[in-house]
C-alpha cells in the first residue's frame, strides 16, 4: 500500500493531500495531526473553530477506517 506522502513531498504545500493510507487508528492519528499542523500554518483561524475543524476530519477518517474492508 502507499504510505501517506510526507509534507516535504507534497507538490503544492497548500494543499493537504494523503493518498492510500491504511485503514487503522495509528494512520488515522498521524495524519489528523499533519493535518491539525497544516490547518494552523495555512489558515489564520482560532483555537475552537480549528479544533472543530480537526474533530470533523477525524471522525471522517475513523468511520473510513472502521469501515474499510466491510464485504
Do not use: C, H
Amino acid at each position: 500500500m502507499i504510505d501517506s506522502m510526507p509534507p516535504t513531498e507534497v507538490a503544492n504545500d497548500e494543499r493537504f493531500e494523503r493518498f492510500g493510507l491504511d485503514a487503522d487508528a495509528g494512520a488515522v492519528a498521524r495524519v489528523r495531526q499533519d493535518f491539525s499542523e497544516w490547518l494552523k500554518n495555512f489558515f489564520a483561524i482560532d483555537e475552537v473553530r480549528s479544533s472543530d475543524v480537526v474533530l470533523a476530519i477525524n471522525e471522517a477518517l475513523a468511520n473510513s477506517a472502521e469501515f474499510a474492508y466491510l464485504l
